[in-house]
């Protein structure tokens, strides 16, 4: 029986060449090669005349092609562009353009805000406005520069509860990316309350490569907003940070993707949905802060994440986070001891001594607690629920743990408060911290808590924090009372340091 070979033909092929030859089949062969050489000939011509003469459409086309791909950088996540040559420089504040959404009626309050962080002549960007400002109204050289928003009259909007300004915040990166600057790296957009902290904005932007596509900003902290909104979503008054290529796709399809969302409410909103459409998720930074709250902000700042401070959002609907003072001098305070050390400016450090039997509790440059016990590094890091939800004023739900202040005086903690900030050379610093007492406060009249309440301040006298430690893999620091146990207590200081080796805060039995 033949077996079948699949690798040997069944037939035989046909022969190149027919075995009999006629003169009409010659001729024929002979004129097709002759006409295959002439249309040979005839392309090496064309070819060598758009090399050697430098044809006008042939250089338009290279041209067109040079400048979509390397100004305009390619629509792919290729990091091959001309932006590739900035990948070594390291990302600093002339890489980033900032959006902020402003109206005529709100900026009169709403620029104390703005002034705190802009850095006339250093940031750059633009307050977007309604309208031009009347003659009446001064632009103070503390401002930064403003431009007008398009109309959107022809956008539709059909959200019954919201207001059809969200279309004109929405279009602030397409109108500030058409406006074709150079060495932009990153769009940041925030509300004309947004409060931006700097270097550490551009710490956190330069983890990651600007030649990527990238969205970047955090949730709302009040559950219910989540629900409402979404959680996919930067909330854009915590600000929301768009990277170079990310926005020369969302800016192609953004006036029709406004359209086809008409029904949702912000412009945060509409941007997420769109950029869900190219396909990035947000990635979540834990300093962009939206301050979805009411009430007093302490218990959040008292108990920061182990992340940079980025923003703050809201202010004018909470309590001055120090106290007995305005929220713009409370705010000044705070940007004291950021100027001073940015990086740590909120970072959250907790200890125990073991021979006074007392827990501390630091938020640098804000911030010390001390609680005459020993507390659980679990308690310790929780927020105290000083504040009610953004819409319902709810005692919960959050995105974060929280735990309820105690009825009982005697197990709360003494607080303080940041009085002072010194620099100490070139790279260290100084912070002051004074007792605060609540005169409608019931008092603990406990031997322990006496002893605590003593304390009339705290000095942390420390290195300055390296931004490349942010870089490494997040830990918190770790603290500790350093003066005697026979020394006077009424100025206690207190250090911040990194874990030794196998060291925990654990209490010891």
Not at 156 to 166: E, F, I, M, Q
Not at 284 to 289: I, T, W
Not at 293 to 308: D, F, K, M
């Amino acid at each position: 029986m033949a077996i079948f070979d699949p690798f040997k033909l069944r037939h035989k092929p046909p022969s190149i060449f027919p075995t009999a030859v006629k003169t009409g089949h010659v001729f024929s062969v002979v004129a097709k090669f002759f006409f295959t050489i002439c249309i040979l000939i005839s392309v090496a011509m064309i070819f060598s005349y758009i090399i050697f003469s430098g044809c006008s459409d042939y250089q338009s086309f290279a041209d067109y092609r040079r400048f979509s791909r390397d100004t305009v950088i390619s629509t792919t996540n290729s990091s091959a562009t001309v932006r590739k040559n900035q990948s070594s420089e390291a990302t600093d504040i002339s890489h980033i353009f900032f959006g902020i959404g402003g109206s005529i009626q709100t900026w009169r309050e709403r620029s104390r805000y703005t002034e705190l962080w802009w850095r006339p002549n250093n940031t750059r960007g633009f307050v977007w406005l309604d309208e031009e400002p009347p003659l009446n109204m001064t632009w103070l050289p503390t401002y930064p520069p403003y431009k007008v928003s398009a109309d959107t009259s022809r956008f539709n909007y059909t959200c019954w509860y919201g207001t059809r300004s969200a279309i004109r915040m929405a279009r602030i990166i397409k109108e500030s990316f058409e406006l074709g600057l150079t060495n932009v790296r990153w769009f940041v957009m925030g509300d004309d309350d947004t409060v931006f902290f700097v270097e550490n904005l551009i710490t956190v932007l330069s983890k990651y490569d600007h030649n990527h596509m990238y969205y970047i900003g955090g949730n709302s902290e009040s559950v219910e907003q989540d629900i409402v909104h979404s959680y996919a979503m930067a909330y854009g008054g915590g600000g929301i940070a768009i990277s170079y290529p990310l926005a020369v796709e969302l800016v192609k399809i953004l006036d029709g993707c406004i359209d086809r969302y008409a029904a949702l409410y912000g412009s945060d909103q509409k941007i997420e949905a769109c950029i869900s459409e190219i396909g990035v998720p947000l990635t979540k930074e834990l300093g962009f802060h939206q301050i979805d709250i009411r009430g007093n902000p302490y218990g959040i700042l008292a108990a920061h994440p182990v992340a940079p401070l980025v923003s703050l959002h809201h202010l004018d609907y909470v309590d001055p986070i120090f106290p007995a003072t305005t929220q713009i001098d409370a705010l000044r305070r705070l940007i004291s001891a950021y100027k001073m050390d940015p990086s740590r400016i909120l970072q959250h450090s907790f200890c125990h001594d073991q021979t006074r039997n007392w827990s501390v509790s630091v938020s640098w440059g804000y911030t010390i607690q001390i609680y005459p016990s020993l507390v659980t590094g679990r308690e310790l890091e929780t927020s105290f629920l000083t504040f009610k939800s953004w819409r319902t004023s709810s005692s919960e739900p959050f995105t974060f743990d929280t735990r309820p202040i105690s009825e009982d005086p005697c197990e709360r903690p003494i607080v303080y408060f940041l009085d002072r900030v010194y620099e100490v050379g070139s790279d260290h610093s100084l912070t002051t911290y004074r007792k605060h007492v609540e005169v409608s406060d019931t008092q603990c009249e406990s031997p322990e808590y006496s002893r605590v309440s003593s304390v009339g301040f705290i000095d942390i006298s420390l290195a300055k924090w390296m931004p490349a430690l942010w870089k490494m893999a997040p830990r918190r620091q770790t603290c500790e009372i350093i003066n005697g146990k026979d020394d006077s207590e009424y100025v206690i200081n207190v250090k911040i340091r990194h874990f030794n080796p196998f060291e925990s805060v654990t209490p010891q039995s």
